[in-house]
């Protein structure tokens, strides 16, 4: 069983929308910033959205206003809503978990799951 597991990519029109969710378990979820990353062909893994155990959101300057994070508390799930999306969305989609537990810091990544915008 993976920590965390992300779904909801696939194909999609430029002007779309896509929704990507990732779950994990109650023990890393309530200890953790949440977090979605991209990576393309070519590019470094970068930052899209975060958002902390108190709710406070950050976004790449590339999907302010297009990009949406948020938290489901009860479910232990983090989603990602995409509007307006643009070909150089293009990426395959990390969930990441910046965990505190035990004293320490531990940080979590799923597989990924990927996203296609086309023209």
């Known amino acids: 069983q993976a920590p965390l597991v992300e779904y909801g990519g696939g194909l999609v029109q430029a002007g779309g929308s896509l929704r990507l969710s990732c779950a994990t378990s109650?023990?890393?979820?309530?200890?953790?910033?949440m977090g979605w990353y991209r990576q393309s062909p070519g590019r470094q893994r970068e930052l899209v959205a975060m958002?902390?155990?108190?709710?406070?959101?950050t976004y790449a300057d590339s999907v302010k206003g297009r990009f949406t994070i948020s938290r489901d508390n009860p479910g232990n799930r983090i989603f990602l809503k995409m509007d307006t999306l643009k070909p150089e969305d293009t990426a395959v989609y990390y969930c990441?978990?910046?965990?505190?537990?035990?004293?320490?810091?531990?940080?979590?990544w799923g597989r990924g799951t990927e996203v296609t915008v086309t023209v």
């Open positions: 958002i902390t155990t108190s709710g406070a959101e």
């Open positions: 109650q023990s890393i979820f309530t200890s953790s910033d």
């Open positions: 990441n978990a910046d965990a505190f537990i035990d004293g320490g810091r531990r940080e979590y």
